[in-house]
Antibody, heavy 125, light 107 residues
Framework: QLQLQESGPGLVKPSETLSLTCTVSGDSITSSSYYWAWIYQPPGRGLEWIGTIYYSGSSYSGSTYYNPSLKSRVSISIGASKTQFSLKMTSVTAADTAIYFC????????????WGQGTLVTVSS | DIQMTQSPSTLSASVGDRVTITCRASQSISHYLAWYQQKPGKAPKLLIYGASTLEGGVPSRFSGSGSATDFTLTISSLQPDDFATYYCQHYHTYPYTFGQGTNLEIK
């Protein structure tokens, strides 16, 4: 059974870099049928897609697609073990305080059929 | 970006009621629309994709319809487990965007 689990610091200082990892079990990140995404949700607010990665087989970075509103600050990559993918967001501010979810994008069409439980990241000094 | 607007923002209903939530896209998205259910402290759960295709394991009291810019999610007979927040999401093109959510609460 597919499971996704986010991990990383729960507190990040303003202007620093947020780094999160999603560990995937029960399925392969390298499967050609799936893409892998990050989505976040500020407290009490709605959902926002951050970006998606697809393992292309040629490099660890994969093919990536980012929300233009965040593109200059985010990067998503696949770990060497091929069981994890990661999010880095630079120059964070209080507005980036949110619950961060990793999710599977079935067949890369944009429907998120499996999600991690989410991890709260607070940006504060 | 394509903007998704849901209505109402809050809906009060009783067990057994038939309820409908509306989602409107700022431009045509064909049938590339999904609906999610989210309960407090939990991740969203995919209910419907392709505007009207029920995800496996989702009760048949949930249904979706619409195309182009106007879509609806209908719950035919509300059950206690259905009180939650519902989001629509388009996947026509990047960037994917979500509606602001509809909070379905007990009357």
């Amino acid at each position: 059974q597919l499971q996704l689990q986010e991990s990383g610091p729960g507190l990040v200082k303003p202007s620093e870099t947020l780094s999160l990892t999603c560990t995937v079990s029960g399925d392969s990140i390298t499967s050609s049928s799936y893409y892998w995404a990050w989505i976040y949700q500020p407290p009490g607010r709605g959902l926002e897609w951050i970006g998606t990665i697809y393992y292309s087989g040629s490099s660890y970075s994969g093919s990536t697609y980012y929300n233009p509103s965040l593109k200059s600050r985010v990067s998503i990559s696949i770990g060497a073990s091929k069981t994890q993918f990661s999010l880095k967001m630079t120059s964070v501010t209080a507005a980036d305080t949110a619950i961060y979810f990793c999710a599977r994008d079935r067949e890369g069409v944009g429907t998120f059929d499996s999600w991690g439980q989410g991890t709260l990241v607070t940006v504060s000094s | 970006d394509i903007q998704m607007t849901q209505s109402p923002s809050t809906l009060s209903a009783s067990v057994g009621d038939r309820v409908t939530i509306t989602c409107r896209a700022s431009q045509s998205i064909s049938h590339y629309l999904a609906w999610y259910q989210q309960k407090p402290g939990k991740a969203p759960k995919l209910l419907i994709y392709g505007a009207s295709t029920l995800e496996g394991g989702v009760p048949s009291r949930f249904s979706g319809s619409g195309s182009a810019t106007d879509f609806t999610l209908t719950i035919s007979s509300l059950q206690p487990d259905d009180f939650a927040t519902y989001y629509c999401q388009h996947y026509h093109t990047y960037p994917y965007t979500f509606g602001q959510g509809t909070n379905l609460e007990i009357k």
